[in-house]
């Protein structure tokens, strides 16, 4: 299948045909970050685990939570406060491409200010387009206050992007890309009768080699959750519903060589150098050196891009639940679904506390 590339250059418009879509993959590679942050942020258990009379009095163990004394004092059983946890994530949902612009910076010239890209969004239409994500992240949290969680994250990722173009021509293309993404959290945890509320908001960054800079999105969440102690001591299953929302960077820009997008594996390049050395010298003086050096400096050049990304749905509830095997380990997994837009988390959780010396 062919694509047809509509280019501006110093106010010249050229169609160039790229054969197996190879450069619209190339534009479309860097889309996975905006749907990897659905789950970064696991639920966290409540600061208070039950009452436990015996504790009603006696010094706190542990330098974390600030305030973790009294409530202790006063019989709650606090979660030990910090954690490591590992964290698997599967997601997929569709996303919108609009606005795109182009620059065409040529062997030896100066990269493009914001006045140098051409409006190419009349030219260039996209359709309904798709990315599919599997990720592995790890994730540490320390609770500071007993109604407050701060937490940082480390993941690398690998997916799948389907994008459409409606216009110039009617194509869709697929690739496989990978990355890497880190950020931090936030996360507050109140009771609200027999419930617990929770709270939290993220900030990530992701990048790929294809990437000018890291890319910023936002998460925040909401969540209802009803603790169910069972027969063992510490142990509980906990149940929740409720909402998350993401807000991404708009603006996504990029740059590729175009001698990757038209030559990936040389062969352009070895048959115009075996084509111009066939040429006789009168020939060469003729025609073939002016032919053989503007195609050069063309395959040579370097495509500058910007588009405008969104996520079709901004929100979508969740569904989740914790098994608390002991104060040590948790495992939690949550599902998060709305039209166009499927999510699932599975995580592991290790609890572990400093503690101080006591008088």
């Known amino acids: 299948m062919e694509f047809l590339c509509l280019a501006l250059e110093e106010g010249l418009i050229f169609k160039s045909i790229l054969g197996d879509e190879i450069l619209l993959k190339y534009f479309m590679n860097n889309l996975y970050y905006v749907i990897l942050f659905s789950f970064l942020v696991g639920v966290s258990p409540l600061f208070s685990q039950g009452v436990d009379s015996s504790q009603i009095g006696k010094e706190y163990p542990y330098h974390l939570p600030i ?3 009294k409530a202790y004092k006063k019989g709650y059983k606090l979660p030990l406060p910090l954690g490591v ?4 994530i599967y997601t997929k949902q569709n996303i919108v491409l609009e606005n795109f ?4 910076q040529r ?4 990269s493009p200010s914001d006045g140098d890209y051409h409006d190419l969004s009349e030219f260039i239409v996209f359709g309904p387009s798709d990315v599919t994500v599997n990720t592995f992240n790890f994730r540490g949290d320390a609770w500071i206050l007993p109604f407050l969680s701060v937490g940082g994250y480390f993941g690398k990722y690998q997916g799948k992007t389907n994008v459409s173009l409606l216009e110039p021509i009617a194509i869709t293309s697929a690739t496989e890309n990978e990355g890497q993404y880190w950020g931090f959290n936030l996360l507050a945890v109140a009771p609200l009768g027999p419930i617990n509320v929770a709270v939290d908001y993220s900030w990530s960054w992701s990048e790929n080699n294809l990437l000018n800079k890291p890319v910023l999105v936002n998460v925040a969440g909401i969540r209802f959750i009803k603790n169910i102690p069972l027969k063992k001591p510490d142990m509980f299953i906990g149940l929740w519903a409720g909402a998350q929302f993401q807000f991404l960077d708009a603006k996504t ?4 060589a175009l001698n990757e997008a038209l030559d990936g594996d040389g062969s352009l390049q070895g048959d115009m150098d075996k084509w111009y050395n066939e040429l006789e010298d009168w020939q ?26 969104r996520l079709e749905r901004n929100w979508n509830f969740v569904l989740g639940g914790q098994w608390q095997i002991n ?12 039209k166009n837009k499927t999510q699932f988390m599975a995580s592991l959780n290790y609890r572990f506390g400093i503690k101080r010396k006591i008088k």
């Open 85 to 88: 946890m590992v964290n698997y």
């Open 284 to 309: 060469k003086d003729l025609y073939g050196d002016d032919i053989y050096d503007g195609l050069t400096n063309f395959t040579n050049s370097t495509i500058h891009y910007k588009f405008d990304k």
């Open 67 to 69: 305030l973790g004394g």
């Open 327 to 338: 104060r040590r380990f948790q495992f939690r997994s949550e599902f998060g679904t709305i």
């Open 107 to 110: 062997p030896g010239g100066a």
């Open 101 to 104: 612009e182009m620059f065409v």
């Open 253 to 256: 820009e990029g740059k590729i």
